[in-house]
């Protein structure tokens, strides 16, 4: 009874492991992903003729889905400090 009740927490604990690392991995790819985000906006911001909306294929240079870049966006991103 002790071994089986030690080899179910064992897999509780592994799979708890799992999990988080699994967490941790899909935390960095986000943090990555606001970085390059990031980037973008403020190359677009210093360029002299950006365009208000990034393109497609710009965005899927950057490994991203295309962002409408209104005035609105960069200015929820200067609120939250962002840029």
Do not use: C, D
């Given at each position: ?5 030690r080899a179910i927490l064992l897999n ?5 492991e799992n999990t988080f690392s699994q ?19 403020a190359g677009l911001l210093k360029s ?36």
């Amino acid at each position: 009874m002790y071994q089986k009740q030690r080899a179910i927490l064992l897999n509780k604990a592994r799979e708890r492991e799992n999990t988080f690392s699994q967490l941790l991995e899909q935390r960095n790819q986000q943090q990555e992903q606001l970085h390059k985000l990031k980037v973008l906006v403020a190359g677009l911001l210093k360029s002299k003729n950006s365009k208000p909306t990034v393109t497609l294929a710009t965005a899927a240079e950057e490994n991203m889905t295309a962002y409408n870049l209104s005035g609105k966006f960069l200015k929820y991103l200067h609120t939250k400090n962002l840029l």
